[in-house]
């Protein structure tokens, strides 16, 4: 999958430069695409949507106040997180949250990816093989590509446990490769690939839904 | 359901059924992965997670299994379509930030 984040394009040098300069419309572009990503990643250490969205205006008041202070040793945008992931934290303390992001319940992280009624059981012809195997879905998936599909998905996302939706959200929608997403969730790579799995799985299984109950 | 009317079975191949009959030694990993153990898996064959020896046996049902690839084309088409759900944000830069902004124009143009 490449990399389509805005904050890892390799435009590290102009985008510094125009913070620097106070480019209002340069940084209102870089603000506005970056902001469900850094939210996202707010959120995986502090509960409400609201703070989470405290803690994003935070992290570019210190970016904006502290551009100087970058020297392009890291990436900018593994400075701006780190900064983000920082504001995050002291949030988190400041408001003694009982639970950090990495002990939120299990992450849904038991549930299977496909229920076991649809495999074949141990006195079939088959084990552990489909009974109901998925059914193709045409190409392009036209209907994958319609409205009401991206609204569904997107609801669907927004209901994941928050950890999965944090991974997912991360890798899938802002295209974050897997060792950036580790580092600004603080996850083991096993972690981040179990989440991963259990929330892609989930989503399938609800345009799965969507793609057959439009067809029947 | 019914399942397979017009397609193949997706184990019907020449070779041994997949229970009972698997070669190698006791202590060896099973030789095959079926459909229920594929599904756990596709997350690790994408990302490149998989060990050698499961990776081949991955592969070799998915020569075999046409579901499971009908699967991974699932699982692909759902990533993709969530690489479209990305968008600007609504939000706006707070007041303070854009002073802080501003501040910076002054000095930039001194």
């Known amino acids: 999958m490449t990399t389509k984040s805005p904050l890892s394009t390799g435009r590290d040098v102009q985008v510094a430069a125009a913070l620097k300069a106070g480019d209002e419309a340069a940084f209102r572009d870089l603000f506005e695409r970056t902001y469900p990503m850094m939210k996202r990643v707010a959120l995986g250490y502090v509960d409400s949507d609201a703070v989470a969205e405290e803690v994003v205006q935070e992290t570019w008041l210190a970016v904006v106040k502290g551009i100087d202070r970058f020297e392009g040793r890291s990436t900018l945008g593994t400075w701006i997180f780190s900064i983000l992931t920082n504001q995050a934290k002291s949030h988190h303390g400041r408001e003694r949250r009982a639970r950090p992001f990495s002990s939120i319940g299990s992450g849904g992280a038991d549930e299977p990816a496909i229920h076991a009624d649809r495999f074949q059981k141990d006195d079939e012809a088959w084990p552990g093989h489909w009974a109901i195997p998925p059914r193709p879905w045409q190409k392009p998936e036209r209907r994958l590509l319609s409205l009401e599909a991206r609204d569904r998905l997107k609801d669907a996302l927004a209901q994941l446990p928050a950890r999965q939706r944090a991974v997912v959200g991360l890798r899938d929608v802002d295209g974050l490769p897997a060792e950036e997403v580790c580092d600004v969730l603080n996850l083991s790579p096993e972690n981040q690939r179990v989440l991963l799995h259990r929330g892609r799985s989930r989503l399938r299984a609800i345009l799965e839904q969507y793609v057959d109950g439009a067809d029947a | ?95 303070s930030v854009l002073a802080a902004l501003r501040s910076r124009q002054e000095t930039d143009g001194r």
Not at chain 2, 3 to 15: A, E, F, L, Q
């Open chain 2, 1 to 95: 359901m019914e399942t397979g009317s017009d397609r193949p079975n997706p184990m019907d191949h020449s070779g041994p059924p997949p229970d009972g009959a698997s070669v190698g030694d006791a202590n060896s990993v099973p030789d095959e992965v079926v459909c229920e153990e594929f599904v756990e898996l596709v997350t690790d064959y994408f990302e490149d997670a998989l060990p050698p020896r499961k990776l081949s046996h991955v592969e070799e049902h998915l020569v075999l299994c046409d579901w499971c690839r009908t699967y991974l084309d699932q699982m692909q088409a759902t990533i993709g379509a969530l690489g479209g759900l990305g968008e600007r944000a609504l939000a706006e830069p707070s007041e």
